[in-house]
């Protein structure tokens, strides 16, 4: 079965935490459905790669979200700016937030530049008002 999951090492040994791509509840390597959302984890191995990439900005390991909004970035993929979005206003991770908005800059949809500036107006931490003035320069 093609899972997501996360190693972690405990006291020298690997132990392999799986999440439903759904929903990113923990389940069980052997589950063909999480029992959170019924998912069926085999239907989610038809979507496209950018759809895989816009589901895992809501990965509970942050470097995920992370990575996910670096290669959207790359992808150049205007499909993700409604996810990306979602993610500067409602994800509390300095971090994922700027690299969101990071993506958001790369993409170059240049619709975006008036809400980044409105998101500059209500003095954002340091992290995300470095992206987000780096975003707009590069839509400029």
């Known amino acids: ?22 929903c990113w509840n923990e389940i069980n390597e052997r589950q063909s459905v999480c029992p959170q959302c019924g998912a069926k984890q085999s239907e989610l191995d038809d979507e496209t790669f950018v759809a895989k990439l816009i589901r895992a900005l809501n990965h509970p390991e942050p470097q995920t979200p992370i990575r996910a909004a670096y290669i959207l970035g790359k992808l150049r993929t205007n499909e993700a700016i409604p996810a990306l979005l979602d993610v500067v206003h409602k994800n509390r991770d300095f971090f994922i937030v700027a690299a969101a908005i990071d993506a958001l800059g790369e993409i170059g949809n240049r619709k975006i530049i008036k809400e980044l500036q409105e998101l500059l107006i209500q003095n954002p931490p340091l992290p995300i008002r470095i992206a987000a003035e780096r975003a707009i320069r590069n839509l400029g």
Do not use: H, P
């Open 1 to 22: 079965m093609d899972v997501l999951g996360v190693f972690v090492f405990i006291e020298n040994q690997i132990m392999m935490t799986y999440f439903c791509r759904n």
